[in-house]
């Protein structure tokens, strides 16, 4: 092919309509997408192709860039050459090189040097930053668990229509501008075929997945729309890596540079007659000789239309016999319905081949489990409700059950103390009411069940199997959860928390399996509950330890109360003797107290309460009435000294009626001598001092008055 300017501005026209093409898609299904054709609402999936078709624009502009400049230095080169046939005609003076003057050959090395490189560059950073922010807007979708705010078009017809429509042209294109790079002229413009082929890829994901939303089947479309990023992010990275390649790829001179956005994979989309020709170079080297040439691989290719008819013909002969097997069952399903009321057991099932009937094959003794609550990370062997909180993937919901019975139940100090541990020890609770307390339960619930032998078409009518974008449960899974976890929470709020974390006090586990498959079997579920596993139940957040000490001081408390009612047991046998009588004694007493304080009660009547008291107290025979014994004997020996002193004084009263005055000289001489026995003496002598020479022995001498017993006796008796 001759390479003049003719044929560089037949390229540059093809890369403007292919910019022209380019701009039209992405602008037509940006349109669409933000909803402006009338009241058609906006679509995510519409939007994240059209954001990946405006990255073609700096393709396309930089290849008519390119193409005219190529054009513009053919012109030159043209010109320069008819000058030079003139000069050498007229023999001009001027004869020398003119290279200082090639301007366009110039900026054409300069386009190829820089401009190229940074529109590599800038489509790299443009489909990087278009992913990202892609991924970060899915991201908060997940976060904040919306269903609806991950728009999609309700016009689905016009969508798949607009979408397949420039899904075909662009590919069409593609393949038209793929078959003009292979001429060396033409050979940059493999970059705009590869992302034309792109183009086609994306809008025919987007038509499939818009398809599948006719069958009620979002998840197409929600895969589709985590694609495009992805693929977003291959196509960069591939260019990245191609520019560095170009970095140190040897230079060849007159060789028109590939730029780095000429993809490679999407060049043997738009040329896939390439690839079928690597293939069959690669089969010829692998058995050493031209064997595509050969007369078998002639008759393979010329019999591969029958070959593959037959194939398609054995498989849809294999698509119509299902094997069921013996811990199965299955159900005939056209067109996502259930055909027929038979559900087939172990054995073949015969069906007409898809897509008119399809086979729904479910195991039903496999033993499913299906998380209630948060799970825990790495849960410990042993749950110490002293640690900390445990770790979860997400918050854990606390669970509302009754009050403590230790702080809902408060006996009275009245009350009896056979009623109060009556009250303690019963694990039912009791008529008082509670008020308005009530505690928080952490817990770790887990179901495990299985589908019904015979309850395959409860199980499949129940509800759908749809699972929304990134859950991890199906619409039946939650189902199922939401009518236990009401179970469950309903329960709880029924039992107080020593009930919920004693395992002794209540069978938790069967009460809640009882209540969870009775409403199942209501709501006709199909299913039957194998267990209900509860490995955590503890106090909500960090209040376990408390509990912990609670117990303890608990315990504590009991063994204080032992110990003062064995005290007390100890004191009263010490007291009264006999612990049966005790009733009755503290009855004759409060008796003989309310006598004792009432003014109107006349003394005979307190004093033969008394008596009563006293007799009972003798008959028990504790410390009590020897008390009284003692008391009593006191009294007596009190009485007989009192009658002793009397009658003594009646003696000495006649003594005084005889000799008046010797008798109180004597009494006093008494008196003196008991009370001056131990005390020192002083001898005052009335003498000149001079005259008296004192020789002092600091001895003590007996008294004067100790010298006689004079009345020692009359002393003592007094």
């Known amino acids: 092919m001759r390479i003049d300017h003719h044929a560089y501005r037949k390229a540059t026209r093809v890369a403007g309509f292919g910019f022209l093409l380019q701009a039209l898609a992405a602008i037509t299904i940006l349109v669409f997408a933000l909803g402006l054709f009338g009241s058609l609402a906006r679509d995510v999936v519409l939007g994240f192709a059209a954001i990946y078709l405006f990255g073609g624009l700096f393709v396309w502009l930089s290849l008519i860039a390119v193409f005219y400049q190529h054009t513009q230095e053919r012109l030159e080169s043209l010109e320069e050459d008819e000058l030079a046939a003139e000069q050498a005609t007229t023999g ?3 004869d020398t090189g003119r290279e200082h003057e090639k301007v366009a050959v110039r900026r054409l090395r300069l386009m190829h040097k820089w401009l190229m490189p940074a529109v590599s560059l800038l489509v790299v950073a443009y489909l990087s930053l278009a992913a990202w922010g892609m991924w970060r807007y899915l991201d908060q979708l997940d976060a904040a668990a ?9 016009a689905r017809g016009w969508a798949v229509a607009i979408c397949l429509a420039f899904a075909a042209v662009c590919f069409v294109v593609s393949r038209f501008v793929g078959g003009m790079a292979k001429q060396t002229v033409w050979q940059n413009l493999r970059g705009g075929a590869g992302y034309m082929v792109g183009n086609a890829i994306v809008l025919m994901a987007v038509a499939v997945g818009i398809i599948f ?14 694609a495009i990023p992805l693929g977003m992010i291959v196509l960069a990275f591939e260019i990245v890596l191609n520019f560095i390649l170009n970095l140190y790829r040897p230079r060849i001179t007159g060789e028109v540079r590939r730029p780095a956005f000429d993809s490679r ?22 058995f050493g000789f031209d064997i595509t040439s050969s007369w078998g691989y002639q008759l393979l290719l010329r019999s591969f239309a029958w070959l593959l008819a037959f194939g398609v013909m054995a498989i849809v002969l294999l698509d119509t016999m299902v094997v069921v097997e013996p811990h199965e069952q299955a159900i005939k399903l056209s067109w996502g319905r259930v055909v027929g009321d038979d559900v087939y057991h172990s054995g073949i099932m015969w069906k007409w081949p898809w897509p008119v009937q399809s086979a729904a094959i479910y195991d039903v003794s496999r033993i499913r489990e299906l998380p209630l609550t948060i799970q825990r990370i790495n849960p410990p062997d042993v749950d110490d409700w002293a640690a900390a909180a445990p770790r979860t993937v997400g918050d854990i919901e606390p669970f509302l059950v009754s009050a403590s019975r230790s702080t809902a139940i408060a006996p009275d100090r009245e009350q009896a103390p056979a009623l109060r541990d009556e009250a303690e020890a019963s694990p039912e609770p009791t008529e008082k009411p509670m008020g308005e307390l009530f505690s928080l339960v952490d817990a770790e619930i887990t179901l495990q069940y299985r589908i019904k032998p015979d309850g395959l078409r409860d199980y499949l009518n129940f509800t759908t199997e749809f699972r929304g974008r990134r859950q991890r449960l199906t619409m039946r899974d939650r189902a199922l959860k939401a009518l236990a976890l009401r179970e469950i929470t309903q329960h709880l709020s029924r039992l107080s928390m020593e009930q919920v974390v004693s395992r002794g006090d209540t069978n938790l586990a069967r009460q809640l399996h009882d209540r969870i498959q009775s409403t199942f079997d209501k709501h006709e579920t199909g299913v039957l509950v194998v267990a209900v596993n509860l490995p955590m139940l503890r106090p909500s957040g960090d209040a376990g330890k408390y509990f912990e000490e609670f117990a303890i001081a608990k315990h504590q408390r009991r063994e204080t109360v032992a110990q003062k009612r064995a005290e007390e047991a100890r004191t009263f046998m010490i007291l009264l003797g006999d612990l049966d ?34 007799r009972l107290l003798a008959a028990a025979g504790g410390d009590l009435s020897q008390q009284i014994d003692r008391a ?19 003696g000495k009263l006649a003594s005084y009626r005889v000799a008046p005055e010797l008798f109180m000289q004597r009494e006093i001489m008494i008196v003196l001598s008991q009370a001056l026995a131990n005390r020192r003496k002083y001898f005052v002598i009335g003498v000149d001092p001079e005259r008296i020479k004192i020789d002092i022995d600091m001895q003590d001498m007996p008294s004067l008055f100790t010298t006689t017993r004079l009345g020692a006796d009359e002393g003592k008796s007094n």
């Open 265 to 286: 994979i999407l060049s043997l989309l738009s040329a896939p007659d390439a690839l079928i020709k690597s293939i069959n170079d690669a089969v010829n080297y692998q």
């Open 92 to 94: 001009s003076l001027f």
């Open 213 to 226: 939303r006719y069958f009620e089947n979002d998840q197409v479309i929600g895969f589709v729309a985590y």
């Open 581 to 614: 009588r005790r009733e009755e004694i503290f009855a004759e007493f409060h008796t003989w107290d309310q006598l004792r304080r009432d003014p109107d009660v006349d003394a005979d009547t307190v004093l033969e309460q008394r008596i009563v008291v006293e």
């Open 146 to 154: 919306g269903e609806g705010d991950f728009l999609l078009t309700g």
């Open 632 to 650: 009593e004997a006191a009294r007596w020996v009190t009485l007989m000294e009192a009658r002793a002193k009397a009658f003594k004084h009646q």
